[in-house]
């Protein structure tokens, strides 16, 4: 800790000094201040629930415009895939800024917090990273910040785990988690983004460390950071956790933590885990997408597993006593790192992988893996589903809004707003969706208006 906290860089962006990223304003600035009628928040990974599904009150416009959707703004950023987090108006951007822009002697793992509906900066705080990936290129941050209960926390691609205030930016506790644990450091640096489970004294942050004697995962107190528990052996993997939903009010909810070569669920209060299952192989293969949690026709929980590098997919219901499969294998789905989505009783995810095309959009019905459909894509992506619709944004920058059906694929609308690669997860709040590729920021305009 006192490590972390000696390597302290802040800057605090209230007064008329210019942001070292330009911010552009493409459109009239009443309407980025007025923005849509409709929408909640985007706080974590995935969403509200860290499932795909936008806010209930999220409305998408019936078409767009030929050239596609309307840019609210755009702004320059720096390296990394970690998609933005937004809440209460703030949107939460973190990325590596190298050291002549950061005015540093070594390069900066920054979080900054940003006006959503302008782009204008609002405060930043950042720490410093000498991180070098063992394989391929991004040197940034992978783990999509969290907004939780006024906080922000981040989880960096060496390992440091920060917490902020989200009004003003103040930090209030970090960890060297890697450090600390004796993490191994993985092919591309620390990329499962950490779980808030919750409120109040007993909100408890849930990180997939992968440490070893026993700190595999590590629950820490999100109001002052201290350990709370520690479970495992277990190497990390680059899947995020998922809450178990239907806690008792004031419980903590069980999660669903995959980790490098198994799949656990684990009571959150504790550490303990109640159950666990083989997932993964060993070998240059990851696990990135993240557990699906679903409703199940027998009326128990189910749970969707997936990853690629033949590893396949396993879905079946689960409870506190153990998970029992219903089908299994690599012929319906082995999705590299896109979480499926549920809507209206069918399945839709990306299927195969980015680093060897040709990727497909499935759909499938959950219940027994049968694929109801396939199609091609031009190349691999992720999904947001809302409204009764999905949002499919495609790592080559394609955008398409489609109308979910169990028969075909049904294209309503497409356009290609951000050119480059596309890793960074989309998130959708209050009808502007924010995309990133390697260096740009742009928030579009496709909610529909009241």
């Known amino acids: 800790m006192r490590a972390a906290r000696d390597c302290r860089w802040n800057l605090r962006v209230r007064d008329a000094r210019p942001c070292r990223h330009r911010v552009l304003l493409a459109h009239a600035l009443v309407v980025a201040i007025a923005g849509p009628g409709f929408g909640g928040d985007w706080p974590q990974l995935l969403g509200p629930d860290r499932n795909g599904q936008a806010a209930p009150d999220e409305r998408l416009a019936d078409r767009w415009p030929a050239a596609g959707p309307g840019v609210v703004w755009q702004r320059s950023v720096g390296s990394g895939y970690a998609g933005v987090a937004v809440a209460a108006g703030k949107l939460v951007l973190f990325h590596r800024l190298p050291a002549v822009e950061a005015g540093t002697a070594t390069d900066i793992e920054m979080v900054e917090a940003i006006d959503a509906a302008t782009g204008i900066p609002l405060w930043r705080d950042g720490h410093p990273t000498r991180f070098r990936p063992q394989v391929g290129g991004g040197d940034g941050p992978l783990c999509v910040p969290v907004i939780h209960d006024g906080r922000v926390v981040t989880y960096g691609a060496e390992g440091v785990l920060s917490c902020h205030r989200l009004a003003d930016g103040s930090r209030l506790w970090q960890h060297d988690t890697h450090r600390e644990y004796d993490a191994r450091e993985g092919y591309f640096g620390a990329g499962s983004a950490p779980l808030v489970v919750g409120h109040g004294e007993a909100a408890t942050v849930i990180v997939n460390v992968g440490g070893r004697q026993g700190a595999g995962i590590v629950g820490f107190a999100l109001d002052n950071g201290e350990a709370r528990w520690m479970a495992t052996d277990e190497p990390a993997s680059y899947a995020a956790p998922v809450a178990v939903p239907g806690a008792a009010e004031g419980e903590l909810p069980d999660v669903i933590v995959i980790t490098r ?188 208006k009241p």
């Open 261 to 448: 070569y198994r799949c656990q669920q684990i009571d959150s209060a504790t550490g303990k885990v109640r159950w666990e299952v083989p997932f993964g192989m060993r070998g240059p293969t990851v696990n990135a997408a993240c557990p699906r949690v679903m409703p199940g026709a027998d009326g128990a929980a189910s749970l969707l597993i997936t990853a690629s590098y033949g590893v396949g997919s396993r879905c079946g219901s689960f409870d506190a006593d153990g998970f029992r499969p219903r089908w299994e294998g690599l012929d319906s789905l082995a999705t590299q790192y896109a979480t499926p989505v549920l809507v209206g009783g069918s399945l839709y995810a990306f299927d195969g992988r980015e680093d060897l095309p040709p990727a497909s959009l499935v759909c499938l019905d959950p219940q027994n893996g049968q694929v109801r459909w396939r199609e091609r894509q031009a190349s691999y992506g992720s999904l947001v589903a809302t409204d009764g619709r999905l949002l499919a944004v495609g790592t080559d920058g394609t955008l398409q809004l489609i109308q979910p059906n169990g028969d075909r694929l049904e294209i309503l609308a497409s356009a290609r707003p951000l050119s480059g690669t596309l890793r960074a997860l989309p998130a959708l709040a209050e009808g502007r969706l924010y995309l990133r590729n390697d260096d740009t920021l742009v928030c579009l305009d496709v909610g529909k």
